[in-house]
């Protein structure tokens, strides 16, 4: 069993929960793409078997979310778990002033890192650290907000939908939309409607799965964003074989571009990404059949 399987995870679990429960019932290999902490809900990816082979090429993926940010409390998570650590008056505001803050967290920021996060200092991950009440210096890291819309649904609620690139902290966010909005806030709910190109309506629910039913996502299917190289039969034999020299007949890309080598039945072989040198090299060479073959790309 290889492939993707795109899970909607419910509140109250841990990211690892829904692995464990999964690998568990379909006793195969298991990983997930993109942490949601428990008290957040959403499209969880889960890579199975070979799956988790192709895990580094969907990973830096864009992401959706959907939540909302209570307003006049601030924790020291972040988020509705943590310790009430400030609190402030929210001010009235109006549509103009929503619409203003939305449109300053909008294109290439640069956004710190929280200390409730799993970065590593000398080895030790931060939320570690912040559990001791060390608080460290953080770099900050540059991220990419594509879209945000804030409503008012609450005098001290602010909800939101956001489209960000990867390494995005929406904890911390919250925080900074607060501080737009003159108060401050904390992050109340949180939902991945999007990661990559996998919404809520390709996602099944925990107990579905459970159940028995898996809608897997073969690794071709899975990696559908990146470029096909269809190889005769020898050159499938070569390829599974990891013979670089085959790569040298097939024709550039770009730096650091990934594409996807498939043999004459359809099945994936192989993902080769190009190097600077302006050769390709094999990043992964599968030697089992793939369930995406000759099914929707």
């Not at 972040?78 to 505001?93: E, M, N, R, W």
């Amino acid at each position: 069993m290889h492939g993707l399987v795109i899970i909607d995870k419910p509140t109250g679990m841990t990211s690892a929960d829904v692995v464990r429960v999964v690998q568990r019932r379909f006793r195969c290999k298991t990983g997930h793409l993109g942490t949601l902490d428990p008290f957040a809900s959403g499209v969880l990816p889960l890579c199975l078997g070979d799956g988790t082979k192709i895990a580094q090429f969907l990973n830096a993926a864009d992401k959706e979310y959907a939540g909302v940010i209570r307003l006049g409390t601030q924790t020291d998570t972040g988020d509705l778990t943590g310790k009430v650590i400030a609190t402030a008056p929210v001010p009235s505001v109006t549509a103009e002033q929503v619409a203003a803050t939305a449109e300053r967290f909008h294109g290439d920021l640069l956004q710190m890192p929280p200390m409730y996060s799993a970065i590593k200092q000398h080895g030790t991950p931060l939320y570690k650290l912040a559990r001791r009440g060390i608080v460290v210096e953080r770099v900050a890291r540059p991220i990419r907000v594509d879209a945000l819309e804030l409503t008012c649904p609450e005098a001290d609620a602010i909800g939101f939908s956001v489209a960000c690139s990867k390494g995005t902290y929406i904890r911390v966010l919250a925080e900074e939309i607060a501080s737009g909005l003159g108060t401050v806030g904390h992050l109340e709910v949180l939902r991945r409607t999007r990661f990559g190109s996998y919404g809520l309506q390709d996602a099944a629910s925990l107990g579905t799965v459970e159940a028995g039913a898996l809608p897997l996502i073969g690794l071709r299917a899975a990696l559908h964003e990146v470029r096909e190289i269809q190889l005769d039969a020898a050159g499938a034999r070569s390829a599974r074989s990891g013979y670089q020299a085959l790569l040298a007949s097939i024709a550039p890309g770009h730096d650091q571009e990934l594409a996807k080598l498939i043999d004459p039945v359809g099945e994936l072989i192989a993902v080769i990404v190009m190097e600077s040198a302006g050769r390709w090299r094999f990043a992964r060479v599968f030697q089992h059949a793939d369930p995406s073959a000759n099914a929707l790309r």
